[in-house]
Each structure stands twice: as C-alpha cells, then as structure tokens.
C-alpha cells in the first residue's frame, strides 16, 4: 500500500516561510488528485490547495498569492511552499492523495493520508 510521508514544517514568525513536502512511497500522484489540508484543534479538516489528476491547480482563497504546490514527479514528492505567514496559519498540515476528480476539497475524497506536521506561526 502506498504510503505518504510528510516532513518540514516547524515554528516560524509571522511573515515567514516554509516549505511542506509529502513523500510516496509510489508513484501515486501520477494516478490520483492530491490535496493539502489544514486542521486546528476542535474544527474539522480543511481545504488548502489540491491538484487534479490533469494537471491544474487550485487553490482557496485565503492561500492563494500565499502557498504553491508543485510536486516532483522524479522524486514523487509535491511540496507546499508557504509565504507570507500569519498566526491564522498555525496548524496541522496534512497531505492526501485521492480518486481523480475536476476539484475534490472534501476529506472524503481522499484515501490516503500523510501523517500531518505542525506549522505554527507566531506573531
């Protein structure tokens, strides 16, 4: 089973930078939509950015002009590169891949799971 292993992330001030990557074991991102997705204690998983099966990316808008996800396809790692960060940001970052779709924001859509890494922004 493919697995998916996430590093970076870390304390940073606000304004700050950071880089996520995620890992597969396979060549899973190749196949599969990917997405980002942040949690904070008591609220349910959210929505970051994702990339379909097809190539396009998107992104919510409180990411975008912030954070890109690009992914390499070599090393089979997609990366979340964070600018401009706010203390709003401080979270549990997960990666996930799931089934292909046009756009899939919701949790359910994916079935595979890194194991999250904490980002937090201090202000």
């Known amino acids: 089973q493919v697995q998916l292993v996430q590093s970076g992330g870390g304390l940073v001030q606000a304004g700050g930078s950071l880089r996520l990557a995620c890992a597969a074991s396979?060549?899973?991102?190749?196949?599969?939509?990917l997405g980002w997705f942040r949690q904070v204690p008591g609220k349910e998983r959210e929505f970051v950015a994702g990339?379909?099966?097809?190539?396009?990316?998107y992104y919510t808008d409180t990411a975008k002009g912030r954070f890109t996800l690009s992914r390499d396809n070599a090393k089979n790692t997609v990366y979340l590169q964070k600018n401009s960060l706010k203390p709003e940001d401080t979270a549990v970052y997960f990666c996930?891949?799931?089934?292909?779709?046009?756009?899939?924001?919701?949790?359910?859509?994916?079935?595979?799971w890194g194991q999250g890494t904490q980002v937090t922004v201090s202000s």
């Open positions: 396979g060549r899973i991102f190749v196949t599969s939509n």
């Open positions: 990339r379909n099966w097809l190539g396009s990316i």
């Open positions: 996930a891949a799931g089934r292909i779709g046009t756009i899939n924001s919701r949790p359910s859509d994916y079935d595979t």
